[in-house]
């Protein structure tokens, strides 16, 4: 099992669309895929489209090590294990287990049934936060998903390229904005090969496959979008190996 | 009175009084329908059915009319392909014996593995003693005493021609053999089949008697043996190309040196220098190390404006003197950067030019030029009006495919005026540019080496421009380079004077000397005209004896050009081309010659369009005569051969055959006179790379280069978002893993073939711009890539179908701008 934990330093940078992105495109290359969703927000499973948040996951199953009794299947096989509706002293919990036992998310991951070269993706609420934390310090790789703002430039990881176990992509990315094609000039420089060499680009087209419902890879396969992630899928396995 | 008698032939011609030329004209071939007699009954009755059959076959349409017919002969229909098929089929049948021969031993020699072979002979070659220098030398003189020997031993016909079947057969092996050292052994071959051919020549088949032979037998004999020298000097210009990789720079970009970039223009449009100045600017290279510089012998505003707006500096003077040559040496005073690299004004670099050329003239001190190839990524007339472009190697391919290379083996690569980078100081030192010759290129090249310093050739394409546009423009061209290299050749002959070395100064007495082939090959083109109109013995010798002799010589080069240069100039192009050139550069290079200093320089024209197809009957008089001449020729032959020389026939034949070989030669100038409509202005150049096109409402669409022009971009998307023509949109290109966008118009939706307009663009845009097309670096790299080996046989083919649809095209040509009464010439 492989562990990635989609993180990033700012709220709206597109962790939780792009971990389901991922997992599909992964899935469907025939890889075995488990989506993790650790953020309290619990929304990862509308993004699967999965029509509505789950009640029962992590919060409610995780401390009692019940985990395989809440993972759900989609459609494109993937497994998907939900944070669920907790309430927030089930929440603080969780967090604070996570505290007191930073590698306890692995150790529980291990324990379930899950071939050895899977991947698991993990979607974790804005960093600071003890779940994006425990999320990479179990990771066999930390991956940062870079909002392409000014925000995201002030609070650039600090990692550099020789940790093999950190890497960034910039996300909604619109080549006709010259302030984009500045930042990303900056954040090659600044990041180097930690980056991504190409972005994701900004394109409606992920937008209007949410809205129908439907899986991008089936909604509009010959979008921008539908390409960067699946070049993004493999430059991750190209990461891991 | 005059009028009455026009009246009366009018009438006997059956023409209606007071029309124009041109009924004059069909009257001489037509009969006026009053005036046609039936044809005797007997006659009628064997005519029409066979007149009935043949337009079937041919599919004429209407077989009472002239031009029906003389279409069909040249055009055939689908359906006449297919009913003539049998009768080709029977006609190859009767054909393929004569090949047959040949095709056995090329099927016999299909069996052996030469590889082996191949390479002892080329370790044979390379580790030889010779390399020595006094063992060479004492190699050369016994290869040269024995080259004397095999050429004087007198052979009887048989003898001869049993020896010209060994050698043939022998090279027909060797030919097989990859690698050099087998090439070298058919250059070998090739001269001892020319040494034999012109030592036979000279003693035993010059007797003339009367001044007619004596001019005719003259002039072709000197047009042989400038045939003869020209193969020689070639062989040793081009058998053993040096084929150089770039050197590296060093690491530390501190140690990088200083580089001023001249643009010289003169008379060019902005919209063609434009590109050139952005992509100089955008040169890999510090910027604080290089200085673009326009310099403008026109005198334009606009060109000081732009020249401001894009941050490059601005130079005029306040005479043109020395045109070019002047206008780089002007900016010589201003400029002090320690290299000084030069772009014609429509030859835009790609950014890795300076870090692809800069290398050897840092690591050799003594390297004062670094040459790279003049590429056009638009047809030249040649491949414009003969549809070959991109099918074939053009006429420059030769010389930067091969004679550069060439060169550099010896130390002779020359500056060609553009794309080139050379060092101050030596320059400096020789006075700038050279300023007495109207090839100021060649020349300075030519003062460097004297003194000693050292030249480079990459066959790297770091530039591309336009071709020139029209054969009156490619014409005028070629004339100035002729005169130019003529001038030179005068006044500072190459093969005199100090400083060069011997092979130097062979390589370059080529390079002048190949330029004087005007007169030699008007001599080939009119010499069997001598013997067919005016009985004129100028070979005297029986036409078989010539033929065992002449043979070999022909065959042999033939062979061994094909190895040495085919897969950059096919075989018998070099006569198509030359018949091309031959009327007009035999005048300004022997007056060259006479008088160096007379004479104008003219600017080659570029970035014009032509807009209609026309016949250039200016441009095409000289072909059209000789081409009357030789027809004429092949007319009298025949009675020559039934009647008034039967006793000779074999003197009649070899004429006839040369003639119409001259006839065919001729097609190809006809063809290229034909200008074809050009379409665009802006030529496309194909690129396959990622873009992305950025559409109104939001969505991306990924999609794939196909072409680019300055106007536009051609792009292939998955095909399955309905698109509509008009619709505003961004593209974005790729270059490496950076994109830059552009705003577009869709201007045309074919599928899933989308052609994008592009919109009104920044100068930084523009730049841009040029930085994702024009100036990439692998904008050239495998634009020659597909180059095969040349087919001997094939090509002969080739050039023979290339001269007679130049006639149905000159043909064409001539009779649509007569009957549209259109001016015949433009320009």
């Known amino acids: 099992m492989r562990l990635i934990a989609l993180t990033s330093a700012t709220g709206g940078a597109g962790r939780t669309t792009l971990c389901a992105l991922l997992g599909q495109t992964l899935a469907r290359a025939g890889h075995d895929v488990l989506l993790l969703d650790l953020d309290p927000a619990n929304l990862l499973g509308l993004a699967l489209g999965a029509g509505g948040r789950p009640a029962t996951g992590l919060v409610s199953h995780g401390a009692a090590g019940r985990w395989a009794e809440t993972a759900l299947r989609t459609s494109d096989g993937i497994h998907y294990l939900p944070f669920g509706a907790g309430s927030p002293t089930a929440v603080q919990r969780i967090a604070e287990q996570l505290i007191a036992e930073p590698l306890w998310l692995r150790n529980e991951l291990q324990r379930i049934d899950f071939p050895a070269d899977g991947l698991v993706l993990c979607d974790t609420p804005r960093q600071p936060s003890p779940f994006a934390a425990a999320a990479a310090a179990g990771a066999d790789l930390q991956f940062d998903i870079l909002a392409t703002d000014v925000y995201t430039y002030a609070t650039l990881p600090a990692g550099d390229a020789a940790d093999h176990a950190h890497r960034c992509v910039l996300n909604s990315f619109d080549a006709r904005r010259s302030l984009h094609g500045d930042l990303r000039l900056l954040l090659e420089e600044r990041l180097g090969a930690m980056l991504c060499p190409f972005p994701i680009h900004r394109d409606e087209a992920l937008a209007e496959a949410l809205a129908r419902d439907r899986a991008l890879a089936d909604d509009a396969p010959d979008s921008q979008i539908a390409r960067d992630v699946d070049a993004l899928g493999r430059w991750l396995l190209d990461v891991l190996r | ?827």
Request: a positive charge.
């Open chain 2, 1 to 827: 009175m005059i009028a009455g008698l026009r009246r009366r032939v009018a009438v006997a011609f059956g023409v209606a009084p007071g029309v124009g030329l041109k009924s004059w004209l069909t009257a001489l071939f037509v009969l006026p329908t009053s005036q046609v007699k039936p044809l005797p009954a007997a006659l009628q009755r064997w005519l029409m059915p066979l007149q009935h059959a043949t337009a079937i076959d041919l599919a004429v349409p209407a077989p009472r009319r002239l031009r029906q017919w003389f279409v069909a002969l040249w055009w055939l229909s689908p359906e006449a392909r297919q009913r003539l098929t049998p009768l080709s089929q029977v006609a190859r049948a009767l054909l393929t014996p004569l090949g047959w021969p040949l095709q056995l031993l090329e099927r016999v020699l299909n069996h052996f593995d030469f590889a082996p072979l191949s390479a002892r002979l080329e370790t044979l070659a390379t580790g030889s003693p010779l390399a020595g220098p006094l063992l060479g030398a004492l190699g050369l003189v016994i290869a040269g005493l024995s080259v004397v020997l095999w050429a004087t031993t007198p052979l009887s016909d048989t003898q001869q021609l049993g020896l010209f079947v060994a050698v043939w057969l022998f090279s027909m092996v060797v030919r097989r053999l990859p690698g050099r050292a087998a090439t070298l052994l058919l250059a070998g071959l090739s001269v001892l089949a020319t040494a034999r051919y012109a030592w036979w020549r000279i003693n035993n088949s010059l007797a003339f008697e009367g001044i007619g032979e004596w001019l005719f037998g003259g002039g072709l004999l000197l047009a042989e043996i400038y045939a003869w020298m020209i193969l020689l000097l070639g062989f040793i210009q081009n058998a053993w190309p040096l084929n150089r990789k770039p050197a590296p720079l060093p690491a530390d970009v501190s140690r990088w040196p200083t580089v001023d970039i001249f643009i010289p223009s003169y008379n060019e449009p902005l919209k063609v220098v434009k590109p050139t100045v952005l992509a100089a600017t955008s040169l890999d290279w510090p910027r604080d190390k290089l200085r673009v510089w326009l310099l403008d012998d026109g005198h334009r505003d606009s060109f000081r404006q732009f020249a401001e707006a894009a941050g490059v500096r601005y130079l005029t003077r306040p005479d043109n003197a020395h045109a070019k040559a002047g206008n780089l040496n002007h900016a010589l005073q201003y400029s002090d950067g320690e290299f000084i690299a030069i772009f014609d004004c429509d030859h835009i670099p790609v950014r890795s030019f300076l870090q692809t050329t800069l290398g050897w003239l840092l690591r050799d001190p003594k390297c004062a030029l670094v040459q790279t190839p003049h590429h056009f990524f638009s047809p030249d007339p040649f491949e414009r009006n003969l549809g070959t472009f991109r099918s074939m190697p053009n006429e420059g391919s030769l010389f930067y495919g091969l004679v550069q290379d060439g060169n550099d083996l010896w130390n002779a690569a020359f500056f060609c005026g553009s794309c080139a980078v050379i060092r101050r100081a030596p320059l400096e030192s020789i006075g700038g540019i050279a300023v007495e010759t109207v090839t100021e290129d060649a020349h300075t090249a030519l003062k460097l080496h004297r003194r000693g310093w050292n030249s480079v050739y990459l066959s790297l394409t770091q530039a591309a421009g336009l071709a020139t546009e029209s054969l009156a423009s490619h014409v005028a061209q070629r004339i100035r380079w002729a005169r130019g290299m003529a001038q030179i050749f005068r006044i500072d002959n190459p093969l005199v004077g100090r400083g060069l070395s011997l092979f130097q100064r062979l390589c370059y007495a080529n390079a002048m000397l190949h330029f004087f082939y005007g007169l030699p090959r008007l001599a080939f083109l009119t010499a069997p005209l001598a013997y067919l109109f005016f009985q004129l013995h100028i070979i005297h010798a029986a036409a078989t004896t010539l033929a065992v002799y002449v043979l070999p010589h022909l065959v042999q080069a033939g062979l061994a050009n094909s190895r040495v240069q085919g897969r950059f100039r096919r075989s018998f192009w070099a006569e198509a081309y030359e018949s091309v050139l031959a009327w007009y550069i035999a005048i300004p290079t022997t007056l060259a010659l006479i008088s160096p200093h007379a004479g104008a320089f003219k600017v080659t024209a570029k970035g014009g369009l032509v807009e209609k197809p026309y016949f250039d009957l200016r441009i095409a008089l000289p072909y059209l005569a000789l081409v009357l001449l030789n027809t004429a020729g092949v007319a009298i032959a025949i009675p020559r051969l039934l009647y008034w020389n039967a006793f000779e026939t074999g003197t009649v034949v070899m004429n006839l055959l040369w003639a119409l070989a001259n006839v065919v030669m001729m097609g190809t100038a006809l063809g290229v006179a034909a200008e074809t409509r050009q379409v665009r202005v802006a030529h496309r150049v194909p690129l396959r790379v990622p873009a992305s096109l950025y559409l109104p409402d939001g969505r991306v669409l990924p999609c794939v280069t196909r072409d680019y022009s300055a106007g536009g971009i051609g792009v292939q998307t998955a095909g399955r978002e309905p698109l509509l023509p008009g619709t505003h949109a961004h593209v974005g290109l790729r270059r490496g893993d950076s994109e830059a966008t552009f705003p577009v118009t869709l201007s045309s939706v074919r599928g899933d073939q989308l052609g994008l307009q592009l919109d009104a663009l920044t100068l930084d845009q523009e730049r841009e711009l040029i930085e994702y097309t024009f100036g990439r670096a692998d904008a050239w790299l495998d634009w020659h890539d597909d180059a095969e080996d040349d087919r001997p046989l094939a090509s002969l083919r080739e050039v023979l179908k290339f001269g007679l649809s130049g006639y149905a095209k000159g043909l064409r040509a001539l009779y649509s701008a007569l009957r549209s009464r259109q001016p015949v010439t433009i320009g």
